[in-house]
């Protein structure tokens, strides 16, 4: 069964920090590119970051910029969400997804969410004091 599982998320307050997990079972992540989404209570799915299948190629949201670093250790089947000076905006459910982009090369980050073929269930983060 192909499954992204996040993990890492929890309560941190305000300047706090945590690094998520989207880790892969059932198919290896060589090949896709990853995107972390968030969405908050009452608002839309919204994109944070994005990182290519080779690493080589990273995108992030301008509201995450310089505060967040995504990373990949394919030999774990694994991408990381490095989250720091978090703010109570941050607050929301992380999501993790992958897109196969063999064809697009491995410096793709897919533009849109429905290129995505595969979504995790989702980690809360709450930040809040």
């Known amino acids: 069964q192909l499954q992204l599982v996040e993990s890492g998320g929890g309560l941190v307050q305000p300047g706090g920090s945590l690094r998520l997990s989207c880790a892969a079972s059932g198919f290896t992540l060589d090949y896709y590119a990853i995107g972390w989404f968030r969405q908050a209570p009452g608002k839309e799915r919204e994109g944070v970051s994005c990182i290519s299948s080779s690493g080589g190629s990273t995108n992030y949201a301008d509201s995450v910029k310089g505060r967040f670093t995504i990373s990949r250790d394919n030999a774990k089947n694994t991408v990381y969400l490095q989250m720091n000076s978090l703010k109570p905006e941050d607050t929301a459910v992380y999501y993790c997804?992958?897109?196969?982009?063999?064809?697009?090369?491995?410096?793709?980050?897919?533009?849109?969410?429905?290129?995505?073929?595969?979504w995790g269930q989702g980690t809360q983060v709450t930040v809040s004091s």
């Open positions: 997804a992958a897109d196969y982009t063999y064809s697009s090369g491995r410096y793709y980050c897919p533009r849109s969410q429905n290129e995505y073929d595969y």
